[in-house]
């Protein structure tokens, strides 16, 4: 299985599946005073951080191999205190997806995973002219994962006429 789907996995455990508190007193390094507000903390405390690109954040770090993009429209079962900025659109976060891989991050992203809670293919065709393109003509790896409420998921690639790989 691919590293970055391995990470986006253990990170949509821990919102659908386990709860935070749970995690807390495994062990983990960090204090909370309190259950983490944003993505990005969980995505960095619970399913491992590193050298990957998150969105949603308000964070401009350095461009990486891996970025994983994260469009949910309802709050998962375990992070109830995610913020109301937590929530992009999936045609808001696709435009992201675009400006990173063929903008910002272009030479050095090689894989990205979008996350999505909703299917809805029409959200995807104004972009997937540049979807196609990043795969095709760069060579890159793009996963379109579709997140149930239970927290398991399907690549749906092929719903929206991109290679599953």
């Given at each position: 299985?691919?590293?970055?789907?391995?990470?986006?996995?253990?990170?949509?455990?821990?919102?659908?599946?386990s709860s935070i508190k749970e995690l807390m007193i495994d062990g983990i390094s960090k204090d909370y005073g309190r259950s983490p507000t944003t993505l990005l903390e969980i995505f960095?405390?619970?399913?491992?951080?590193?050298?990957?690109?998150?969105?949603p954040s308000d964070s401009k770090g350095r461009c990486h191999e891996e970025a994983i993009f994260m469009s949910l429209s309802k709050k998962p079962k375990h992070a109830q205190k995610l913020r109301r900025k937590e929530f992009v659109p999936l045609d808001q976060?696709?435009?992201?997806?675009?400006?990173?891989?063929?903008?910002?991050?272009?030479k050095t992203t090689k894989t990205a995973v979008i996350v999505t809670d909703v299917i809805n293919t029409d959200v995807f065709a104004p972009w997937l002219n540049n979807l196609k393109n990043i795969q095709d003509v760069d060579g890159k790896d793009i996963y379109i994962l579709y997140v149930k409420p239970n927290g398991n998921y399907e690549i749906i690639n092929h719903l929206v006429d991109l290679s599953a790989f």
């Amino acid at each position: 299985m691919n590293k970055t789907l391995e990470t986006v996995e253990r990170l949509l455990a821990i919102l659908f599946k386990s709860s935070i508190k749970e995690l807390m007193i495994d062990g983990i390094s960090k204090d909370y005073g309190r259950s983490p507000t944003t993505l990005l903390e969980i995505f960095e405390e619970f399913a491992g951080g590193g050298r990957v690109n998150f969105y949603p954040s308000d964070s401009k770090g350095r461009c990486h191999e891996e970025a994983i993009f994260m469009s949910l429209s309802k709050k998962p079962k375990h992070a109830q205190k995610l913020r109301r900025k937590e929530f992009v659109p999936l045609d808001q976060m696709l435009q992201h997806v675009v400006q990173h891989m063929q903008g910002a991050c272009q030479k050095t992203t090689k894989t990205a995973v979008i996350v999505t809670d909703v299917i809805n293919t029409d959200v995807f065709a104004p972009w997937l002219n540049n979807l196609k393109n990043i795969q095709d003509v760069d060579g890159k790896d793009i996963y379109i994962l579709y997140v149930k409420p239970n927290g398991n998921y399907e690549i749906i690639n092929h719903l929206v006429d991109l290679s599953a790989f």
